[in-house]
């Protein structure tokens, strides 16, 4: 059982920009800014979007971007683009383990 | 180019043992913090353990606490994972992941190693 939540699954249509969400307590999400975003295609190894709730690494697209507020934190998938379906998965430090993933989320272009 | 190459996985019975390797080439392993992450088939991620770049603190879900012990040859460029007393629960495509030098995101993984716990 995954101490955060994400919604098992969101779609958009080309073009269009989606969100998904994290929550947590004031124990993981809410209380460190310490927020990471993967995006995982089937069969392979997770690939880092988004660090530190809004930081983004080299080589990824600024489609990309991370936000946080209160115990939720958020992934904006903008101009959305077939490559983008994927699973994402956030994770968060918390309190008791340095990392917690999140159930992931299943996102599919239309 | 920097890569993380695993290896050792494989077939286990219940309560047996196996050591996951993890080379590191491209980039000097003692500089960065390591982890394991794993994710049981058709499931999702899960952190397993993690260690400092020194090898000086290490960390464990409590899944695995008092079973696994991660450990690290920096000379050898080399991360490790003892399992023992491994459960049918412990199947799952295990990961090495670097920790980023600043922040706590993950930003180099291997390609995984299958781990089948199984009689």
């Known amino acids: 059982q995954s101490a955060l939540t994400q919604p098992a699954s969101v779609s958009g249509s080309p073009g269009q920009s989606i969100t998904i969400s994290c929550t947590g307590t004031s124990s993981d999400v809410g209380g460190y800014n310490y927020v990471s975003w993967y995006q995982q295609h089937p069969g392979k190894a997770p690939k880092l979007m988004i660090y530190?709730?809004?930081n983004r690494p080299s080589g990824v697209s600024n489609r990309f971007s991370g936000s946080k507020s209160g115990n939720t934190a958020s992934l904006t998938i903008s101009g959305l683009q077939a490559e983008d379906e994927a699973d994402y998965y956030c994770s968060s430090y918390t309190s008791s383990s340095p990392y917690v993933f999140g159930p992931g989320t299943k996102v599919t272009v239309l | 180019e920097v890569q993380l190459l695993e290896s050792g996985g494989g077939l286990v019975q219940p309560g047996g043992s196996l050591r996951l390797s993890c080379a590191a080439s491209?980039?000097?392993?003692?500089?960065?913090?390591m982890s394991w992450v794993r994710q049981a088939p058709g499931k999702g991620l899960e952190w397993v353990s993690g260690i400092t770049a020194s090898g000086g603190g290490t960390y464990y879900a409590d899944s695995v606490k008092g079973r696994f012990t991660i450990s690290r040859d920096n000379s050898k460029n080399t991360l490790y994972l003892q399992m023992n007393s491994l459960k049918a629960e412990d199947t799952a495509v295990y990961y090495c992941?670097?920790?980023?030098?600043?922040?706590?995101?993950?930003?180099?993984w291997g390609q995984g190693t299958l781990v089948t716990v199984s009689s």
């Open positions: 992941a670097r920790r980023t030098v600043a922040g706590r995101g993950f930003d180099c």
């Open positions: 491209g980039f000097t392993l003692s500089s960065y913090a």
């Open positions: 530190d709730v809004s």
